[in-house]
């Protein structure tokens, strides 16, 4: 596709259950970031997969959150256990190497925990 | 204090009107600067990309970076209604992860017709 495409654009679930939600980058970008945007807050870093290298897991809040990507396309990020406070919108975005500056974003998916 | 103070506003002014939108930060390693506009449900994008300081122009938007003061701003000339959105920047160092993009928490702009 033309963009980076993310589903599903809404999610809601229950307190304790797990989510997956997906991202489809750009095709030719080798660099692929999660990011977390609450309400009224700026993005807060997640993750990060540049090719083959060992991803930066830096910004993974805590052990529930995980990512996965196969080489250079889809990635998936995964909340275990899900609180209230995971509530947030979730955005994707992929560049090319060595362009870490200019991403291009996804609509997000916006994960609502009751 | 944050890495990247910025005022969320909102921000109203009406159609034609100069804006100025601004950030501070505090560490003085960032050497790459951004502003993305987000509109409504939507990802961010790209607006403006500036390399340590000095002004940059496109078209109706123009960026300037004062590294001295640590400050940077956008100004959007002639606003238009289709300029309402949420203005973030976001600064990067030279050399740091290519992840860490570190962004303010948006300014939300509103141009009335």
């Known amino acids: 596709g033309a963009g980076v495409s993310q589903s599903p654009s809404n999610k809601v679930t229950e307190k304790g259950k797990d989510v997956e939600l997906r991202c489809d980058p750009i095709?030719?970008?080798?660099?692929l970031y999660w990011y977390r945007q609450r309400l009224g807050q700026g993005l807060e870093f997640l993750i990060y997969?540049?090719?083959?290298?060992?991803?930066?897991k830096s910004g993974l809040p805590s052990d529930r959150f995980s990512a996965e990507r196969t080489g250079e396309s889809v990635s998936t990020l995964t909340i275990q256990r899900t609180q209230q406070e995971d509530s947030a919108v979730y955005l994707c975005?992929?560049?090319?190497?060595?362009?870490?500056?200019?991403?291009?974003f996804g609509s997000g998916t916006q994960l609502s925990v009751l | 204090q944050k890495e990247v103070e910025q005022d969320p506003g909102p921000l109203s002014v009406p159609e034609g009107a100069i804006v100025s939108l601004n950030c501070t930060y505090s560490?003085?390693?960032?050497?790459?600067f951004m502003w993305y506009r987000q509109y409504s449900r939507k990802g961010p994008e790209l607006l403006m990309y500036?390399?340590?300081?000095g002004n940059k122009e496109d078209g109706r938007f123009t960026a300037q970076v004062d590294k001295s003061s640590k400050y940077i701003s956008l100004f959007i000339r002639d606003s238009q209604p289709s300029d309402s959105a949420t203005y973030l920047c976001?600064?990067?160092?030279?050399?740091?992860?290519?992840?860490?993009?570190?962004f303010g928490k948006g300014t939300k702009l509103s141009v009335k017709p």
């Open positions: 975005a992929s560049s090319t190497q060595g362009a870490g500056e200019k991403l291009f």
């Open positions: 095709s030719g970008h080798t660099a």
């Open positions: 997969f540049q090719g083959n290298s060992a991803p930066d």
């Open positions: 560490n003085s390693a960032f050497q790459y």
């Open positions: 500036t390399y340590s300081s």
């Open positions: 976001a600064m990067k160092q030279y050399g740091g992860s290519q992840g860490n993009l570190i």
